[in-house]
């Protein structure tokens, strides 16, 4: 059984066991029992297609009518498991796509399935590389570099480990968290559910959190590295500076310098660049901004002495960090001046910091399947964000201004506004975005709205001029002295693999193989004349919805299937071929026709869109399209060399 055990049912009783049915999604309970039992008396009840996040998420809930029968049965079937133990049934793939599709009464393409199976985590490995036969002994003479230690490198350093593949992570850092290691400001956690924040291969893992908090997920990237046996080959501490491709030896000098400025290299049959987008703080260039007298630090570099109370405080930035960060200085500081710049669509998230009850984690720990299809209508509910990003044509046409639910998203925000800020209406219009929502990050509400309601806070529109001495000038004029700066101003997010070098063939840089528009990949993740080189993270690779761990799955496979190819062909380079690369643009240039993001959102300020207009960050299929495609290397799109 994946996921579950039942032996704590043997410690309840009914009463308990009926306490902790009541929290149960009453959705996600049925498709459990009818997963587990095959009881056909559960398939025909009516769905609820419920708007979560002012209808940015679509929920399938099940109608209230039924919820007492599946109750009842799951009572029934839990005193049978607690007086003769549970028996596993285990559905084929066939009865897997009707559960799938009972679950919310849509049917499901091929490639839908494929995506969902795996996310129902079922498989103890879900996304796993193979060889197609026995393990070639030349694997042994492989190795590969993997830059950060972040989720991206513990899981493709996973993937590499269980295919006995060598592997050295390199971390810049003293431990193991990547992105999550540094973001250390208060209030720091996910805007995605927990259980879409996670990987399939780690079987329900206690999250304390719906949303869980900065050092929560570190904690559990750390319980993956060393689980899975990756802990031991890391070299904290220990910077990149640039990676040089070898023509004659087809091979990687991967160059490095540790914190006492040691230099050294490492020979690399591959590299997986894993170090992340969000890596390099982005600094504002603000006149002025050395000067200032008091302490300025960016929130990636969060001064853990800084203690706000009694403190004037500037927060410079009003994006997902900025939005989550001020309320909570405002909790006890003198002052805080929200400067913002460009308006975000800033909208409430149901049970953003709620915690997992006794309850519901006895939900997950001992009715079998309900953790796995926990996660999967989490999956779902999330995929369902997507077809708010498509231009509906024929709604334009009749003089809508995205599509149906782009539109009912855009009135419920800004409905959610309105509310927020009725006893300050002079606010709504400054804080009220004109561009389509879902064109920018979609921000999640940490009681920012609030915070600006406090008589300690103050929203401040007008652009910066100048940082002097003692605070900060606006355009205006106007004058805000502080002690205090919070450079909530985000990532350097358009200069990719910045600041290692990569040289590929013939010495070429990535910079200037990307000079003519931006950064460009095939698939995400590879460039001509860089062969072997796996960019996580790469362009026009975040998923367009759900959470970012799996997509790291998705690019993980695919670095490591396409290594074993390499390796099972007695090759030592693989390099995508420039047609292939070719093609590919053209049909990401394309589907990007019918997607928001470049078109709609405000030019220069939005990190989605590079200074040549290119939407560069997002890829443009839906998440199973771009599973489909990344399930294994299609082998005509590459040229293998040497022997």
């Not at 071929?577 to 394309?590: H, K, T």
Request: contains cysteine.
């Amino acid at each position: 059984m994946t996921g579950t055990t039942a032996a704590g049912v043997s410690d309840l009783d009914d009463a308990a066991i009926s306490k902790a049915l009541d929290q149960a999604d009453m959705n996600v309970l049925r498709m459990a029992l009818l997963h587990a039992t095959g009881d056909r008396e559960l398939e025909g009840m009516n769905v609820d297609k419920v708007p979560l996040r002012g209808g940015t998420f679509f929920a399938y809930r099940l109608a209230e009518e039924h919820h007492e029968t599946v109750k009842a049965k799951a009572l029934r079937w839990l005193r049978t498991v607690r007086a003769e133990g549970y028996h596993e049934r285990t559905p084929d793939d066939a009865e897997l796509r009707e559960l799938m599709e009972t679950m919310t009464g849509v049917p499901l393409s091929d490639r839908l399935f494929r995506f969902g199976r795996d996310e129902l985590a079922i498989d103890e490995f879900p996304r796993s590389a193979a060889w197609s036969g026995a393990r070639p002994a030349s694997a042994g003479d492989f190795h590969v570099v993997v830059i950060g230690a972040g989720a991206s490198g513990i899981v493709a350093a996973v993937q590499f480990h269980r295919l006995g593949i060598p592997f050295t992570i390199v971390e810049r850092q003293e431990r193991i968290g990547g992105t999550w290691s540094v973001n250390v400001y208060p209030d720091a956690r996910v805007d995605v559910n927990s259980y879409l924040y996670q990987l399939k291969f780690v079987k329900n893992y206690p999250w304390t959190s719906y949303f869980a908090p900065q050092e929560e997920v570190r904690q559990y990237l750390e319980h993956i590295a060393h689980e899975f046996g990756v802990a031991d080959g890391i070299r904290f501490g220990t910077e990149v500076k640039r990676a040089v491709f070898d023509d004659a030896a087809q091979a990687w000098t991967v160059h490095l310098r540790d914190t006492a400025g040691r230099e050294s290299t490492l020979r690399a049959n591959a590299v997986i660049s894993a170090a992340g987008l969000f890596n390099q703080p982005k600094f504002p260039d603000i006149e002025g901004i050395g000067t200032f007298a008091g302490k300025i630090f960016h929130s990636a570099r969060w001064d853990p002495a800084f203690e706000p109370a009694g403190a004037r405080i500037a927060v410079i930035g009003n994006g997902s960090t900025g939005v989550q960060v001020m309320p909570k200085l405002a909790e006890t500081a003198r002052s805080v001046h929200a400067f913002q710049r460009t308006p975000q669509w800033i909208s409430p998230m149901e049970g953003y910091r709620d915690t997992v009850s006794a309850e519901v984690r006895w939900l997950f720990d001992n009715v079998p399947h309900y953790w796995n299809w926990y996660c999967y209508s989490a999956q779902v509910t999330s995929s369902s964000m997507q077809t708010a990003q498509v231009y509906d044509r024929e709604w334009q046409a009749a003089g809508g201004l995205i599509s149906r639910q782009n539109d009912a998203l855009r009135e419920n925000l800004t409905q959610y506004i309105e509310d927020k800020l009725a006893s300050r209406p002079d606010l709504i219009d400054q804080v009220t975005p004109d561009y389509a929502p879902l064109a920018r990050r979609l921000v999640v509400d940490n009681g920012w709205y609030d915070a600006l309601l406090r008589d300690n806070v103050e929203l401040v529109t007008a652009g910066i001029e100048r940082i002097d001495e003692k605070g900060i000038v606006t355009a205006g004029g106007a004058r805000y002295d502080v002690d205090v700066i919070v450079l909530a101003t985000g990532f350097e997010v358009a200069r990719y693999l910045w600041p290692t070098e990569y040289a590929g063939r013939n010495g070429v840089t990535l910079e200037r193989q990307w000079e003519a528009d931006g950064p460009r990949t095939y698939l995400g993740m590879m460039v001509p004349n860089f062969p072997n080189l796996f960019i996580f993270y790469g362009p026009n690779a975040q998923p367009r919805s759900g959470a970012l761990l799996t997509a790291v799955e998705l690019w993980a496979r695919f670095a490591a299937q396409s290594i074993v190819a390499l390796i099972e062909h007695g090759k030592s380079a693989m390099d995508v071929a420039q047609d292939a690369f070719d093609a590919y643009n053209r049909e990401v240039d394309r589907a990007q026709e019918e997607l928001i993001w470049a078109a709609e959102s405000p030019r220069g300020r939005n990190y989605y869109v590079n200074r040549f207009g290119r939407q560069m960050l997002n890829v443009p299929w839906s998440n199973h399209d771009y599973s489909a495609m990344l399930e294994r290397p299609n082998l005509d799109h590459f040229v293998l060399t040497g022997d």
